[in-house]
């Protein structure tokens, strides 16, 4: 699976949008971008993949690059709640084994 | 719906001791995962059963852990004996799916173990 680079850390100010980037540029063909977040104290918590298109759902929206080599999960109007880690992550499509590789992920602080 | 059930919580042993984890996943899901989450890092996986069957254990040091799921519903994970670098977060998490990218993982609150 490929690997993926992200920032250690970012801030956001609460209601406006957080833009937390991943670069991925060995992610083959059919490898999947998948974003999970994990709140202190808590489990990792799906959020949102993607291959090719553009994805959104009730949490975030994934914009992924025309070459694939990075991507960018927006959380419209970041909350306090949203202050978590945030790990992107390449899952090969056909993988017998779902194994998720979790990196070091962005810290994403929300401030008042 | 209910999530996924671990326990204990929090759990403090010596070293050299012996520990178990229990883990009872979301009703249906075929698929179980145990991870382990040192401070500051993120999950690894440890072991990934698909229904009672083990897919994946490369990661789990097996001189010390062992994990089994009976009837292919609720896990423990036991390391026996434990050393201090095991202190570490044990998340354990489960899907509906067979593996890939059907597979959401749905995580428990984690076990928090501490070796002294």
């Known amino acids: ?112 | 719906e209910a999530g996924v059930a671990q326990s204990p919580r929090y759990k403090i042993i010596e070293k050299r001791q012996s520990v178990a984890f229990w883990c009872n996943p979301i009703s249906g899901h075929a698929t179980l995962y145990w991870y382990q989450q040192i401070l500051g890092q993120g999950p690894k996986l440890l072991i990934q059963f698909q229904n009672n069957g083990v897919v994946d254990d490369s990661q789990l040091p097996k001189d010390r852990f062992s994990a089994e799921r009976l009837k292919g519903v609720d896990s423990t994970l036991k390391i026996q004996p434990a050393k201090l670098e095991d202190s570490a977060v044990y998340l354990c998490a489960s899907s509906l799916g067979a593996a890939g990218v059907s597979s959401e993982q749905y995580f428990g609150p984690g076990t928090r173990l501490t070796v002294t």
């Open chain 1, 1 to 112: 699976d490929a690997k993926t680079t992200q920032p250690t850390s970012m801030d956001c100010a609460e209601g406006r949008a957080a833009n937390l980037p991943c670069n991925h540029s060995t992610i083959s063909g059919n490898e999947y971008v998948y974003w999970y977040r994990q709140i202190h104290s808590q489990g990792p918590q799906y959020i949102i993949h993607g291959l090719k298109n553009n994805e959104t759902n009730e949490m975030a929206s994934l914009i992924i690059t025309e070459d694939r080599k990075s991507s960018t999960l927006i959380l419209p109007h970041a909350t306090l709640r949203d202050t978590a880690v945030y790990y992107c992550i390449a899952l090969h499509g056909s993988s017998n084994t779902g194994k998720l590789i979790f990196g070091q992920g962005t810290t994403l602080q929300v401030k008042p």
